[in-house]
């Protein structure tokens, strides 16, 4: 008797075990975009769990507005998901001395990261640990509402006279609602960091966060940034702010046509072209340039990184997860180009030869005309941080409500940028 109930509780602890486990991991994953990425994603996600049924993973996606900010508060927390697509700007702002993010250093096991350049990984090294895999670069540049651009009788602009003589043509040709171009603060930024860059071979930062245009350079600056508004080339702040807080791609003067282009990142237009009305197409442009200049200013980033928690407790399971979404076949051809063209070179020889990387692409053409032009920009993460760009859009409005002059508006902006960067730097 007493054998028999030894061998019972044997038998259920070795199932208990055996249950156990059989039980899969799970895993969070997050990531932010418009509905083709959320799709593109998902799809890879089922094929990582066929191939991997000892582990799950629950989704977690959202838009770009407001993902930051919910980000922010799982960081703080210790409650961020496992496995997290993030962007290269925000290193400065969670992982200073490399300690934000798990060290994918420490799991070249499960990575293959022989299909990086080494300065494709050393762009997201902080203090010597690896902090995400670099999944694509992108840069900005100059796309058109094809349609919108024939009814106003306009070739697409080459210089900045010409782009600043289409936003009248549009008022007088097709109405106070039409505008040659829309941009948020960020593409803002980004475009007035380039034109003086062909003017002066200056950009905004220096490296360390400085700023490098003197006063006149400034006022100069904010003179070219009024004139987005005053020139009918832009809607103003308090425009673009009446269409409420959605991505512009889903408002709807994008969706009719009254706002005819963008400069935007290459990687996100095709949010942009799923939301045109037909038959307009989205067209790439030529990149504006100050005639005579070589330095064209285009801004190359890494566009986004798949980085794994610190504070996971699968670290292997997460890093298998960020290996098979870059590196497995079935994975890069369910994503394509929704998070641009991969750096992975395995994924980018595969999409080429299955004909994905298509060069008549508006994103791949978009990407390829950044990379035939001369630049001497080097990425900074100041540039794109969100308290530096709610500067710059009071700085817009105050410009708007014309009470102070360029130069005072310059002023003001310097001064709240420098303790924002002083802040970020301690």
């Keep these: 008797m007493m054998n028999k109930l030894v061998s019972g509780i044997i038998a259920s602890l070795l199932f208990s075990c055996t249950a156990s486990w059989a039980q899969p991991v799970e895993l969070r994953m997050s990531w932010w975009g418009g509905n083709s990425r959320h799709q593109a994603t998902l799809k890879a996600l089922e094929a990582f769990e066929k191939a991997h049924p000892e582990i799950k993973v629950k989704a977690e996606y959202t838009g770009w507005d407001g993902h930051l900010s919910r980000l922010t508060t799982q960081m703080a927390s210790g409650t961020e998901p496992d496995v997290m697509q993030t962007n290269w700007p925000w290193l400065i702002l969670f992982s200073k001395n490399g300690d934000g993010y798990y060290d994918l250093n420490t799991l070249k096991a499960e990575l293959d990261l022989s299909q990086y350049q080494a300065s494709d990984l050393q762009s997201t090294t902080v203090k010597g640990k690896l902090n995400g895999l670099p999944i694509s670069v992108n840069a900005p540049v100059f796309y058109y509402n094809d349609l919108t651009w024939q009814k106003a009788g306009l070739a697409y602009p080459k210089n900045w006279d010409e782009f600043f003589a289409a936003g009248k043509v549009f008022q007088q040709k097709l109405g106070n609602n039409y505008y040659p171009y829309a941009m948020v603060d960020q593409d803002v930024i980004l475009l007035l960091n380039a034109y003086m860059m062909q003017t002066h071979q200056k950009s905004m930062f220096n490296s360390d966060g400085t700023f490098a245009w003197n006063e006149a350079q400034w006022s100069e600056a904010f003179s070219f940034v009024k004139r987005l508004s005053d020139d009918h080339v832009l809607p103003s702040p308090k425009t673009l702010s009446s269409y409420g807080k959605g991505n512009l791609y889903e408002m709807k003067p994008w969706i009719n046509g009254e706002w005819g282009g963008l400069f935007t990142w290459n990687i996100t237009i095709r949010m942009f072209a799923n939301n045109m009305t037909p038959p307009a197409k989205l067209v790439l442009g030529d990149y504006v340039m100050q005639p005579g200049s070589s330095e064209s200013g285009v801004y190359f980033k890494t566009a986004q990184m798949l980085s794994v928690a610190k504070s996971t407790k699968h670290p292997k399971e997460a890093a298998i ?100 960067v002083r802040r970020l730097n301690r």
């Design 321 to 420: 997860l960020v290996n098979f979404l870059l590196n497995d076949p079935q994975s890069v051809e369910a994503l394509g180009l929704e998070r641009g063209i991969p750096l992975n070179k395995g994924a980018e020889a595969l999409l080429s030869e299955k004909g994905v990387i298509d060069p008549s692409d508006p994103v791949i053409a978009g990407l390829r005309q950044a990379q035939s032009l001369q630049t001497t920009v080097v990425a900074t993460p100041y540039i794109e941080d969100l308290q530096v760009i709610d500067q710059f859009t009071a700085a817009r409005e105050k410009l708007d409500q014309g009470k102070q002059t360029p130069a005072q508006v310059a002023a003001d902006f310097r001064q709240q940028v420098e303790r924002i």
